[in-house]
């Protein structure tokens, strides 16, 4: 079985910026490329999420449950809460995984691209139409 990695998996080049690059030289080392992962940058993003905005996910829980004069969200734990007084915080990081991957990640989908075209205005699609038409010119597509 064969199958083709997503771009993601895939080494690619970064050029380093110059301000990173005088960093770099004040100790010695000379850094013109980067070669990584795509899909570093995107962990890195996850777990800024998960470590700086996640744990809010239990304060927005005790806040409902205040709001509403609840000690606990069920008792299928004794002594802990229902299982939602467990998993506050994973549901918050769920949502977050779950849009981050339709945002950024997700393949580019021909139906989905359609159905946004289609709820533009008509001066936006013919907009829209002369670019990709003169981008698909461009690749010697048409």
């Given at each position: 079985?064969q ?96 849009v ?43």
């Amino acid at each position: 079985m064969q199958c083709e990695r997503s771009h993601v998996f895939q080494v690619a080049h970064y050029n380093v910026p110059a301000t990173v690059k005088s960093l770099f030289a004040l100790v010695g080392v000379e850094l013109t490329i980067l070669k990584l992962y795509p899909f570093i940058f995107h962990t890195i993003m996850m777990a800024c999420f998960a470590s700086l905005i996640g744990p809010f996910g239990g304060f927005f829980a005790s806040g409902f449950k205040r709001a509403f004069k609840i000690k606990d969200f069920g008792d299928s734990i004794p002594g802990h809460g229902g299982l939602m007084d467990r998993f506050d915080c994973q549901l918050l990081m769920g949502t977050f995984v779950y849009v981050y991957y339709i945002t950024f990640l997700s393949p580019a989908n021909p139906e989905r691209l359609l159905k946004m075209v289609l709820q533009m205005k008509q001066e936006e699609q013919l907009e829209f139409f002369s670019l990709l038409q003169t981008a698909l010119k461009g690749q010697g597509q048409l």
